[in-house]
């Protein structure tokens, strides 16, 4: 019996090579019908023999193509037409498509093997690409996705490419940046003044470069990197001291899963991440010995390790011969990613000795995603190239709603319908090409998703510059939104979590609804609304923002607070060593709270105890004291765990520091070592947390419980507490697809402002 079904689908649906997938598959089983573009996705009209029907409608969503995201499939019954062939058919007229863009994917395998293959017509050729692999998302200048509105449209396609390109049977059809050696872009080699190098190979060139111990600006797809012979300690010091990035981690590029395997600790969750479309730096335990220059990540037990996405990555690396390649962002200090060739000259010449450039346009800057295993997931830490402009995935629709994020890590979020889509990583919001890169991230995604949000969420700290940027807005309605509360809000979003739940928000800072600095929080949390139930004692910030920068100080203002100037009297270490003039000063504007707001911070808690073990007094980039306090840690079946106070403050909690610091200064004087000081900590921190949810499930009868903030990328915390609280029976959420720390805050940011714009609308 012939049958025929309509079947809608949506998602990434476009521009991936879904419309000749199914095309195959129809044409394969001998099916008709016809497929088109329309504003949700794709339209398939098949008509068969049912059996034949049922298996197509079966493997439809089963078999796509890598890059296709699927979100729904509708199939109903329709008439047959007699229909005798399968045809692709252009968009409805008039019918604007409005789809979600591929992000920018790693070269395919198919593409690769035809990159060395000396007799293929692009061999060696460093764009070579397809509909399952290459640009997306930084070479969209508007929608819908398609040559034209690309950086490729000033390259017209050679009749070779397209004939591929016009071909359903060919991998190449419809692939928007589909070019060769000869009507595609070229690479070139220039000096840091900008001029042509003329040589015959620029690759061989810049590789020889590489070899000879300089630093190689290469043109990627979202942006420059700047690259070194990660095993050459001089070339990788050059690097350090031109960038000047005292002792931050460098990633490194690497030629295969192998070469990763001989350098780093390797499962098969980290061989899936590395090997994976999206091809993110992964933080893996380092190998010792190892090739790697030890100024590549000084006092971190994790290494950066990341596969080549680029045909341009794979030939440096094979042709050079290459163990390991430092590439790091193409930027100084925290400004934004260089991406275009006069800029990168002109921003990156003190840094480069050589400039490795193509004439394909980088239209928007997008950093290297950066993520870390845990608990059997892989855990975001910078959300950018690779994952972007793939939405979350929401459980019900949300009115459009433009969110800002915060001030460090910041990347935005835009609402619409069911998805909530973040940018790509916009950075910290330090410098005018920082404040430029937000703007542009702003416009573009509103540009790209066809909405211009009449409402505007922002964190309640006055001096960020994003809230200042929301509040300079016009005929928009803005919805302020407390720094914590987004955070579980952003653990709630991802995990498709309704009503209300037990929040721990943890991070270094946040501002709060007292106009205090807060990070060391428990929360009864939904969407619209949150109660503070518990938090860190609060302690003074002495010198604000220098007491980030120097860890001592906070070791001072702790124990100043608990034992007065009698502290000066310890017979450890610190206090041995301690300049007593700048102490003095530091007493004098804690005593008179001079510039010294006060913090309830677990961040600022790990700085004051990283700086009394002797870990890190001050610090050359955000969070190190706190890092490399967990790489100390020595693994044993100890479970010590230092005490905090919980004091009761009626329904309220308090967690108290004296007890952790009076057992931490005992095992300094019996010269306890670090690692066994540092595990003693972080035990002490998941025990108490643990017995708080006890308490507050008792209070509140809720049983899931969501944690976010910054401090839960450490690894053995989070891992720790995870595993404590689900034996006790809890519900445990974290994240997977946005960062804990506030590269996700922005997506919490949007839910609790649509969630309040519904409430109102309600009323």
Known sequence: MEVRRQIEVSGIVQGVGFRPYVYRLATGNHLAGAIRNTSAGVSIEIEGPAETVEDFVVRLPREAPPLARITSVAVREVPCNGDREFRILSSRSGEQVRTLISPDVAICPDCLSELFNPSDRRYRYPFINCTNCGPRFTITRDIPYDRPRTSMSVFPMCPACQAEYDDPLNRRFHAQ???????GPRVELWDRRGRRIECRDAIAEAVAGLHAGLVVAVKGLGGFHLAADATNPAAVALLRERKRRVEKPFAIMVPSVATAQEICQLDDAARAVLESVQRPIVLLPWKNPSPIADQVAPFNRYLGIFL?????HYLLLAEGGFTALVMTSGNLGEEPIAVGNKEAIARLQGLADYFLVHNRDILLRCDDSVVRISGGKTRQLRRSRGFVPVPVFLQEEQPPVLAVGGELKNAICLTKGKHAFLSQHVGDLENVE????????????????????????????????????????KGVQLVGVQ???????????????EGRVLGFALDGTGYGTDGRI????????????????????????????AAIREPWRMAVSYLAHHFGRDFLALPIPFVRQLDRQKTELLLQIIEHQVNSPLTSSCGRLFDAVAALIGIRQQVNYEAQAAIELEMAIIPADDNTAYPLALISEGEHWLIGTRPLFDALLADLSSNVPAGTISRRFHNGLVERFAQLADLLRKQSGLNRVCLSGGTFQNIY?????????????FEVFTHSEVPAGDGGLSLGQALVAA???RSQRSL
């Open 483 to 497: 720094h914590h509360h987004a955070h579980i809000a952003s653990c709630m979003a991802e995990n498709h979590l």
């Open 755 to 757: 969630h309040r714009l």
């Open 434 to 473: 920082s404040y430029n890169f937000f703007a542009e991230a702003v416009e573009h995604l509103e540009k790209i998703l066809e909405i211009l949000p009449q409402t505007i969420a922002y964190d309640l700290h006055p001096d960020y510059f994003s809230t200042r940027w929301a509040l300079q807005q």
């Open 518 to 545: 807060w990070g060391g929080e428990a929360l009864i949390a939904g969407y619209e609304d949150f109660e503070r139930v518990a938090h860190l004692e609060y302690i003074p910030l002495p010198g604000s923002a």
């Open 308 to 312: 080549p996405y680029t045909p341009l």
């Open 717 to 729: 915390l989070s891992e720790h507490l995870e595993s404590r609280l689900s034996a006790a029976g």
């Open 177 to 183: 940046p589909n070019a060769c050696w000869e009507c």
